[in-house]
């Protein structure tokens, strides 16, 4: 069973930045998906951010292209999502995700994902 852990929430301003960073109990380069989704309350997940394996399959949500910026330290076992220029839409709990097969990270849909982290809370004020 692989364990997530996400780190780096909180409550920033409209226009601020935040780093959000996963900690997986396996080596994060043996999964073939990394991602980020997100949920705010009374509205269904939906993806943020993916990355394969090798890094070289990177897509985002069209909500956040240009902002945010997914990326792994695979010697630390740790995928990270920076997130800059936020707006109070960006507000909602954010979860790490790892899959264990597949291809077309960012296509899949969210069953394809084996492990979830619990989340950590990001607010963005007007």
């Known amino acids: 069973q692989v364990q997530l852990v996400e780190s780096g929430g909180g409550s920033v301003q409209a226009g601020g930045s935040l780093k959000l960073s996963c900690r997986a109990s396996t080596n994060t380069y043996n999964m073939r998906c990394m991602g980020w989704f997100r949920q705010a309350p009374g509205k269904e997940r939906e993806r943020v951010a993916t990355?394969?394996?090798?890094?070289?399959?990177?897509a985002y949500a069209d909500s956040v292209k240009g902002r945010f910026t997914i990326s792994k330290d695979d010697a630390k076992n740790t995928v990270y999502l920076q997130m800059n220029s936020l707006k109070p839409e960006d507000t909602a709990m954010y979860y790490c995700a790892a899959a264990t097969a597949g291809i077309w990270c960012g296509q899949a849909p969210q069953d394809f994902y084996n492990y979830w982290g619990q989340g950590t809370q990001v607010t963005v004020s007007s």
């Open positions: 990355a394969s394996a090798d890094g070289d399959d990177i």
